[in-house]
């Protein structure tokens, strides 16, 4: 069911479609896969239709007076105007039920809460806009972007239909197992949202959050960033995949190989040296999935917020100056450490991009060794 | 109102200057309440531009009109304009216009701390706004302005910001000041405690808790500003301190400021029900009891809008029983309201009306809100739409409500003319069938899991997204006609009485409508 929408909206057929497509979207809360957001979905439930029946009395009694005691119908008014009896009946009466509906509240709070004894731990770290995840137990970690084409958001493509809940690389967890998620962030406030887990927990800067889940079924489920986090708030999104425990040995051993020989090759690049056009294509990939989003595609930044990287002295001259700003980040800005979330070829590529592109002719190359060599000084 | 007609005996007192230095160096209640309605009307308009900024780019999914950064700029903003551009100065001015005459007083006590405390607002609001037009624009961090986001991470306007919020705060802390003054040492003989108009209590309560709220936020605004210009560390763990410190102080200020924005319109509802139902107010004591243990609540609720940020489980079970508790005097007020109404006789012009939905609206927003305290459902409510649908019935159909439905119960009494009840009638219908376009459906999308302060959304929640943002359009264009309704009214119309309506007691009843440019300059026999 691949919607494309387009400006074509009337009036009418966007009535009808809003009866007819309604199907598409849930309209209450997901029950999810764990047993906590079942009993979350049922204090939901519980607390909703406890509303709905004093909202039906209240309402009725209501209604039926507007109905009777008006004045068109001559009536004459009353002129009682206390009654203590009737007072304390309505402050005892719900009193009692919310009583009665603390008590359920309460026990899934306390079991949501317990984090001990978890198989596998992830820590979980926001950072604008995007999530990394460690795994505790093993060499596996991972950043994990936004999927979803520019050109899908600024309506050039048609829309998939995961639009914007959908990244390069998804969490993934064995099921049947306690997962516990130790949040945390490298910047601002992000909050950690999967509906199907029921669990949403912010990610602080400078402190640890924890949460829980055991998943049951394998699937894909999906979420998204939930706390203001800044510009690209919307476009950080969380997907995660339950596997079988066997399945999932099986991925974190491929990963870690995976990440081993990124490693390795790493190593290999130092001695090597990359062609302007090779650093330029690999560049340009990196900056527009990493830098555009402040520093925007044309380089011109956004004035007041994020610099300019065109025709900027840092881009223009002090290689080595240029090269620290990106391993490090600079602290009291908005501009992260990308040492450990880009490679060295990416990050030798995504400097020549920056020193070459929009009019920044300045023929020089960064070779890898070059950021090595900056890593190295800085007593990486 | 500039053509008042007063009546004999008070003509050689009504000095004033012409033009707008009557309105500048003006310490009188009546003209003061005026300035703050009509600053207040505008800004609505103002912060409603902006929600249909909002609303035009969420109309469908894909980016269209604005960039993600100018979006944030637009809730954030529409979130400061509203909260303290519209509904704290039109319930200001309310209390301007009505509490003297109420308690039978001939104007507030401080009159000059009162033309201050109006004259630095519109100030304050224009720093605001040109904080836009900054290199970079204005405040983008919502209008929560958590911190890391609103120190490290903002943008060069967060000075101007700060310094705004520091103006208007000074102003709702003056106004507070001169309404406590003025209830404690101003009522006429006889007019003892029990015997206020409720409006006049739930606006001195309001005025307690302003005053003990603004100082903080106050403390936390200029710890934004050193943290983000003088590198002090409140809210940098790197430097000591804790970003989530920002939000205990943020909404121990917060959340006795949604009450500051709610017990007022109590009190409006409790004068125009039974008006309207020609019969006393039920339980006029027991409303009393009510408002003052719904403010004392309010200062024991506010991490219950931090669930998430990870307290203690007991600490979380302490809010969640405290923020339940809530729902109880609440209760109590709408059980009074409906017991008022009972065997009552009843009329339905434009304030009834309002009123009426009012008490509807209002429940359907703190139903949601006692589903909102139940934290393990409050871990999927949180931030959503859900909570936006919330917050929106509670103060649009409930404060901006109430306030709409006090301008249309005492416009006749403030111009002296009746207005048109038929455009009335039309602007009542329009607004209740938009505003619930707008916001009922906000639910579902909210618990169907849509984050709120998002520019963009997935796929599913198109369709739903498309018939708010049209319930939007509709809800803005229907404030058209208020306007129309009160220019129409100020203009001309139906002479009114002092009466005014059939039901109608109390002090500002008894005075000649239009209102005299001095009422009470000898106190009333209060019966």
């Not at chain 1, 007072?87 to 603390?102: G, K, N, Q, S």
């Not at chain 1, 130790?182 to 999967?194: K, N």
């Not at chain 2, 434009?350 to 009012?358: D, Q």
């Amino acid at each position: 069911m691949t919607k494309t929408r387009s400006l074509r909206w009337s009036l009418p057929t966007l009535l009808l479609a809003a009866t007819v497509d309604a199907t598409d979207m849930p309209l209450n809360m997901t029950k999810g896969v764990t047993e906590i957001s079942q009993q979350v979905y049922d204090l939901h439930m519980t607390i909703f239709w406890i509303c709905c029946v004093i909202g039906a009395v209240v309402f009725g009694i209501m209604f039926w007076s507007i109905v009777r005691h008006r004045k068109a119908r001559g009536v004459q008014p009353a002129q009682f105007h206390e009654s203590t009896k009737v007072e304390i009946l309505w402050t005892a009466i719900p009193v009692l039920i919310l009583i009665v509906m603390a008590i359920p509240a309460t026990k899934t709070l306390i079991a949501m809460e317990d984090t001990t004894e978890a198989d596998v731990t992830v820590l979980v770290t926001g950072s604008q806009w995007k999530w990394h995840y460690k795994y505790l137990d093993n060499d596996v970690e991972f950043y994990s972007l936004l999927a979803t084409p520019k050109e899908q958001i600024i309506n050039r493509f048609a829309k998939g239909d995961n639009y914007l809940l959908e990244v390069d690389r998804p969490l993934v967890i064995p099921t049947g197992k306690k997962v516990r998620f130790l949040m945390t962030s490298d910047d601002v406030i992000h909050s950690w949202w999967v509906p199907a887990f029921a669990v949403k927990k912010d990610a602080n800067p400078g402190f640890i959050n924890e949460a829980w889940a055991r998943v049951d079924e394998p699937g894909v489920y999906r979420g998204q960033c939930a706390e203001l986090c800044g510009k690209d708030h919307g476009f950080m999104p969380i997907v995660v995949i339950a596997k079988s425990p066997a399945d999932y040995e099986q991925w974190v051993n491929g990963e870690a190989e995976r990440i081993a020989k990124a490693k390795a090759e790493e190593q290999e690049l130092l001695a090597m040296n990359m062609s302007m056009e090779e650093l330029m294509s690999v560049g340009e990939r990196t900056y527009t999935a990493y830098c555009a989003a402040c520093h925007q595609p044309n380089g011109e930044g956004l004035p007041g917020i994020f610099p300019a990287l065109k025709g900027s002295a840092l881009a223009l001259e002090n290689i080595p100056g240029h090269i620290d700003i990106v391993l490090n980040g600079k602290t009291g800005t908005a501009m992260q450490a990308y040492a450990k979330q880009l490679s060295l070829k990416e990050i030798a590529a995504v400097i020549t991009y920056e020193r070459n592109a929009w009019g920044n002719n300045t023929g020089e190359l960064v070779q890898a060794a070059d950021v090595h060599a900056v890593m190295q000084g800085k007593g990486e | 109102m500039s053509a008042v007609v007063t009546d004999h005996e008070h003509e050689h007192h009504d000095h004033k200057p012409a033009g707008i230095k009557r309105w500048l160096y003006t310490t009188n209640h009546k003209d003061i309440g005026t300035m703050y309605l009509v600053f207040a009307l505008i800004m609505f308009f103002i912060g409603g531009a902006m929600a249909m900024v909002i609303r035009a780019e969420l109309f469908q999914p894909g980016m269209q009109f604005v960039e993600p950064n100018f979006f944030n700029q637009m809730t954030t903003v529409h979130g400061l304009i509203m909260v303290f551009g519209a509904v704290m100065p039109a319930f200001t001015g309310l209390a301007n216009w009505m509490i003297p005459m109420m308690i039978g007083a001939p104007d507030m006590a401080l009159p000059r701390m009162n033309n201050w405390s109006f004259w630095i607002l519109p100030f304050a609001f224009l720093i605001l706004l040109m904080s836009l037009f900054m290199p970079g624009g204005g405040p983008s961090f919502g209008w929560t302005f958590y911190a890391p986001l609103s120190t490290t991470y903002s943008g060069d306007s967060t000075a101007l910001f700060v310094f705004s919020v520091h103006i208007m705060g000074i102003s709702s802390i003056m106004g507070a000041i001169n309404v406590i003054v003025t209830i404690f040492n101003l009522r006429a003989p006889g007019m003892t405690w029990m015997k206020m108009p409720l409006f006049v209590w739930t606006w001195l309560i309001t005025a307690f808790l302003l005053i003990m709220v603004m100082p903080v936020l106050a403390g936390v605004v200029t710890m934004v500003l050193t943290d983000k210009y003088f590198g002090t560390s409140f809210f940098d763990a790197a430097g000591g301190g804790d970003p989530v410190l920002f939000q205990h102080i943020f909404w121990f200020f917060g959340h006795p400021e949604v009450y500051i924005m709610i017990l007022p319109a109590f009190g409006i509802v409790s004068s125009i029900v039974p008006t309207f139902a020609r019969k006393p107010l039920f339980g006029y004591a027991s409303m009393v009891y009510a408002t003052s243990s719904i403010a004392l609540l309010s200062f024991l609720v506010w991490a219950h809008h931090m669930f998430t940020t990870g307290m203690p489980v007991a600490g979380a079970l302490f809010f969640m029983y405290c923020t339940m508790l809530i729902a109880v005097p609440t209760g109590v007020k709408v059980f009074n309201w409906v017991a008022t109404m009972w065997r009552g006789a009843m009329t339905f012009e434009v304030p009834m009306m309002f009123a009426l939905a009012f008490i509807v609206l209002f429940t359907i927003g703190g139903f949601s809100g006692l589903m909102l305290a139940i934290t393990p459902a409050d871990f999927q409510y949180h931030d959503t739409y859900f909570v936006v649908a919330h917050f929106h019935y509670v103060l649009v159909t409930g404060a901006v409500f109430s306030i709409i439905a006090a301008a249309y119960y005492w416009l006749p009494k403030w111009t002296g003319h009746m207005y048109d009840e038929k455009l009335g009638q039309w602007h009542f219908w329009c607004s209740l069938i938009s505003v619930n376009m707008l916001f009922f459906p906000m639910h579902f999308v909210g618990l169907a899991g849509m984050p709120r302060r998002i520019p963009d959304y997935a796929l599913q929640f198109a369709d739903f997204n498309a018939f708010i943002s049209i319930g939007g359009f509709l809800f803005g264009a229907s404030q058209l006609i208020f306007v129309w309704v009160l220019v129409k009214c100020a203009r001309g119309g139906k002479k009114a009485t002092a009466q005014v309506w059939e039901g109608a007691e109390g002090l500002e009843w008894e005075v000649p409508s239009p209102a005299p440019y001095h009422t009470f300059e000898t106190p009333p026999v209060i019966k």
